[in-house]
């Protein structure tokens, strides 16, 4: 009997926890993947570098360059002036990454070119948020670096060149904010500040998602003013909020109004609630604690349906639109972060099965309809998806997310990879590619890949990450107050219960025992409803093969990945 029983945990603790030697993820395996990212980033950073440095991004079908920054804000190339050369986003936003696969030479390489060849003087009208978290965050992610003295990876001639440009542009940002309200603009002409007539309209992430890295260079330079304007903008934000802890997604930065009521946590919102956490992290303020905990309980209880996360109208909390977006999930990682690995791990599951079902991760898909959006269905080589198997690998150190990891590289590699770069997908149901690769692929998509297969740059070290992943050290001298350690419960609620029932695995409710006797004269405490899902593994092709859950007595369905639990029905 005792034998049985032990063998009863062994089995448990294998489906909870698999044993790594079960997976063919070895360390020669691991130092496999590796090389096969780094191959990957650089096939990317060299065509860049042959056919579109200078200018701001490759287009690798046509091996030419676009000056996206400055398209960022509608100004197509031909209303350039003719010198300019674009700000050579793409080097800036690879930084970063090649500090992380150790290569120091061509890091100081760009560091010097940079220092030299750059300038903001461009009469260029820019997106605030994508110029913050692209070039500025770049900038002074990567000046750390070159001064960290672990590092040592910009010899004698670095004179923080890095750091005067960051605040160059950060002087240039500060007239968005001058504003009524504390809300900035949302585009900026770099050279001659808020253009006349400028749209009022803004979203909650272009005033909500600044304070990192402003917050950095006030940090870094002493001044105050760019970490003011941006905790003033996401204060008035914050302040705005409906009376259930909703924000939605546009509005007019001028009045304070809201356009858009409906949200969810993809476009539009998506790192507003990442830089509530991470400024918490950076900062240690306890004030961006409270709103990030108010934020979070509210996106669990507003827009969480089992698995998936679907739009919700901030002032009644009705659901809007049932949606899956690529930009969703990035939230996983997020919620590594605060501790929720549960839930994680649940809404994880979910986008690797949309991952595999259309090769990559389309940008829209239709949970009511169960169909891809008519008109985007198109996968811009985002790293949303690799970012958060890089978090849960972290947390768990289970190998299945090395996989997963593999999964994603083995379909960028056959479905975007042409001689000339990585290109975006058009149609994930043609894969039919586009002539256009992001920044974003060698700041973000390699470099959380790299990470999943060798973190040893994070060994001993303590970083956050910005939403654009350039890595920022946790510091104690810039924290207010030391954050202290959570301990996450009642995080996770299932809706549409007369009282809401704590769901995360963590926090389980125990249904009414039924005591049985083991034979031995032991009593057995056993669950009076449970029914065992049809497989171990908790697979399933149907609601029909799940069973009924021990803890909570209810019925269990089978999700869109196709796993057991107490998913609600859409
Ligand atoms: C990146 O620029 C950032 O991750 C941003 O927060 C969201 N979109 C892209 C990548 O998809």
Same mark, same amino acid.
């Given at each position: ?203 909650? !992430?272009?005033?909500? =998602? /600044?304070? +990192?890295?402003?917050?950095? #260079?006030?940090?870094? %330079? *002493?001044?105050?003013?760019?970490? &003011? ?9 914050? !302040?705005?909020?409906? =009376? /259930?802890? +909703?924000?939605?997604?546009? #509005?007019?930065?001028? %009045? *304070?109004?809201?356009?858009?009521? &409906? ?308």
């Amino acid at each position: 009997m005792l034998v049985y029983r032990f063998r009863t945990w062994v089995l448990l603790l294998l489906v909870i926890f698999p044993d790594s030697s079960l997976s063919h993820f070895d360390s020669a395996k691991k130092k496999q993947m590796r090389e096969k990212v780094r191959k990957m980033f650089y096939h990317a950073y060299e065509n860049y570098m042959t056919h579109a440095f200078p200018h701001d991004e490759l287009k690798p079908l046509s091996r030419s360059f676009t000056d996206s920054l400055g398209e960022l804000g509608n100004l197509k190339l031909e209303h350039l002036p003719q010198n300019y050369n674009g700000t050579a986003l793409t080097l800036i936003e690879s930084l970063s990454s090649l500090v992380i696969l150790g290569n120091c030479t061509e890091f100081e390489r760009a560091v010097l070119w940079l220092s030299e060849n750059l300038t903001f003087d461009v009469d260029a009208r820019v997106n605030l948020f994508e110029c913050n978290i692209r070039v500025l965050g770049g900038l002074v992610s990567a000046h750390i670096l070159a001064t960290d003295s672990t590092n040592r990876l910009v010899q004698g001639s670095y004179k923080n060149q890095l750091l005067v440009l960051a605040e160059d542009l950060g002087r240039r940002f500060l007239p968005a904010f001058d504003t009524p309200t504390g809300l900035p603009y949302a585009w900026i002409n770099l050279k001659y500040g808020v253009m006349k007539n400028e749209t009022t309209e803004t979203s909650t !992430s272009g005033c909500g =998602s /600044l304070i +990192l890295e402003m917050g950095a #260079l006030s940090r870094l %330079t *002493g001044d105050p003013r760019y970490e &003011s304007a941006a905790l003033r903008a996401l204060r008035k934000l914050w !302040s705005m909020r409906s =009376s /259930l802890n +909703l924000l939605g997604t546009t #509005l007019d930065m001028e %009045t *304070g109004e809201w356009i858009e009521h &409906s949200s969810g946590i993809g476009a539009g919102v998506d790192s507003f609630y990442e830089y509530l956490f991470k400024a918490h992290i950076l900062f240690g303020k306890e004030d961006f604690w409270r709103m990030f905990h108010s934020a979070y309980l509210a996106v669990q209880k507003y827009f969480r349906h089992g698995p998936w996360y679907h739009e919700a109208d901030m002032r009644t909390g009705k659901a809007t639109y049932w949606q899956l977006t690529s930009l969703q999930a990035f939230w996983p990682g997020l919620q590594v972060l605060v501790g929720d690995i549960a839930a994680a791990n649940t809404s994880h599951r979910e986008f690797v099965y949309v991952w595999k079902k259309f090769g990559v991760l389309p940008e829209r898909y239709l949970l009511d309809h169960q169909m891809l959006h008519p008109t985007e269905k198109y996968y811009p080589l985002r790293p949303e998806l690799a970012e958060s198997t890089f978090y849960l690998y972290q947390a768990t150190k289970d190998p299945w997310y090395m996989e997963v990891g593999e999964t994603i590289v083995n379909s960028l590699n056959s479905y975007t990879k042409v001689e000339g770069g990585f290109a975006s997908i058009r149609d994930v149901t043609t894969m039919q590619t586009e002539d256009h690769m992001h920044s974003f692929f060698l700041a973000e998509t390699c470099k959380y890949l790299y990470l999943l297969f060798d973190d040893s740059f994070l060994v001993d070290r303590n970083y956050i990450f910005t939403t654009e992943g350039h890595p920022l050290p946790v510091l104690s001298a810039w924290q207010d107050r030391l954050p202290e350690i959570y301990i996450p419960s009642n995080w996770t609620y299932v809706k549409d219960e007369k009282q809401t029932k704590r769901s995360s695995a963590m926090s389980l409710q125990v249904c009414p025992a039924l005591s049985l006797n083991a034979g031995n004269g032991e009593q057995l405490a056993e669950s009076a409803c449970h029914v065992p899902d049809a497989r171990s593994d908790h697979k399933c092709f149907g609601d029909e093969e799940c069973g009924v859950d021990s803890t909570s007595c209810r019925r269990r369905s089978c999700s869109m990945a196709g796993y057991c639990g107490l998913w609600l029905v859409v």
